[in-house]
């Protein structure tokens, strides 16, 4: 991946700004209370789509339609979130956008991806079988293949940090989910041309820990399943550009089970009203198992998504922790 300079981050938080404000970084009282620490949340459930990579999406339509007007359309593979940061993004250029999402995918994402004017495309068990369909797809009808990890979407959804490490420098260590990596990777990014200090920590989820066992392999290692009910992380085979910047620039990876991540719902919506997906919560899970070794600290996590289908968010504020489709 090209180099990423503070004069290329600031043009695309330009960009990504004709298109939604900041959102919000909060430090709410309860969660202070309850972890014994300040917690600051970036409030990336307040975009447009509901999660963080709209930025992305932003970002790379506006270099595609710049760089090769020919193009008449995009296709590419998700879980839910990066289809509709696509399918925003694509309308607004005036392209047709194919979004794959695997059989069992989110009732709601899809009716979301339909809205935003999604062509959708089942195929597959899984994300990564759904993304080697869109690849075909696009070889087939001569569009562009949008792949879930490049440059563009790093450059985009890093505007997210920028805007967090600009209201609270001070943060000692910030959480952050990961699913195929742009999140992780922007936050890194923006750090570093930042020059601050702040820890960044690597979350997965148990039941997809793909990233966390190539982390500690120093290499890609692909899992045969990714069974979470957090679908924006269940990914079975991470991309290796990701994977050497997640190495490079976190401090360390963190995993969470299917129960703390479901508590960790719970614990967004009790404390600040917010809602938040599997994915969503997953940092703020994070953050509840390392919380004693922070008192006196300042930590931030990020609220990547709040794109929860309402029969899992009615079995999670129930009580009990969702099955993954």
């Not at 202070?32 to 459930?45: C, I, S």
């Not at 059989?103 to 068990?125: D, W």
């Not at 562009?144 to 890093?158: K, N, P, T």
Request: overall charge negative; glycine content about 8%; aromatic content about 6%.
């Amino acid at each position: 991946m090209d180099p990423i300079s503070l004069d290329d981050l600031r043009a695309a938080e330009q960009l990504v700004r004709r298109a939604m404000p900041p959102t919000p970084a909060f430090a709410w009282p309860l969660l202070a209370e309850r972890f014994g620490l300040d917690v600051v949340v970036k409030h990336e459930n307040h975009t447009p789509t509901g999660a963080f990579k709209v930025r992305g999406g932003l970002v790379y339509m506006d270099r595609l339609v710049r760089e090769r007007p020919e193009v008449r359309g995009i296709v590419s593979a998700t879980r839910g979130n990066h289809g509709q940061s696509l399918a925003f993004a694509a309308r607004k250029a005036g392209l047709e956008a194919v979004i794959v999402v695997p059989h069992g995918n989110s009732v709601e994402k899809n009716a979301a991806m339909r809205a935003f004017g999604a062509t959708l495309v089942e195929h597959g068990r899984d994300f990564d079988e759904a993304r080697d369909h869109a690849v075909a797809l696009a070889r087939e009808r001569g569009y562009e293949f949008a792949a879930s990890f490049q440059r563009d979407l790093v450059l985009g959804v890093a505007t997210y940090a920028l805007e967090l490490f600009t209201d609270h420098p001070d943060l000692d260590v910030v959480y952050v989910p990961i699913g195929l990596g742009s999140g992780i990777c922007g936050v890194i990014t923006a750090r570093d041309l930042l020059g601050l200090k702040t820890e960044v920590v690597a979350v997965v989820a148990e039941n997809a820990p793909a990233y966390a066992r190539s982390l500690a392999a120093g290499h890609v290692v692909e899992t045969n399943t990714a069974a979470s009910f957090a679908d924006g992380m269940a990914v079975r085979i991470p991309n290796a550009e990701a994977l050497a910047m997640i190495a490079a620039g976190a401090a360390r990876c963190v995993t969470v089970d299917e129960d703390a991540i479901a508590s960790a719902m719970r614990i967004y919506w009790t404390d600040t009203h917010n809602a938040a997906e599997g994915a969503g919560a997953a940092a703020l899970a994070a953050l509840g198992r390392e919380a004693q070794a922070l008192k006196g600290r300042k930590a931030g996590v990020i609220l990547s998504g709040q794109n929860v289908d309402l029969a899992i968010m009615a079995e999670v504020m129930a009580g009990r922790t969702p099955q993954a489709a």
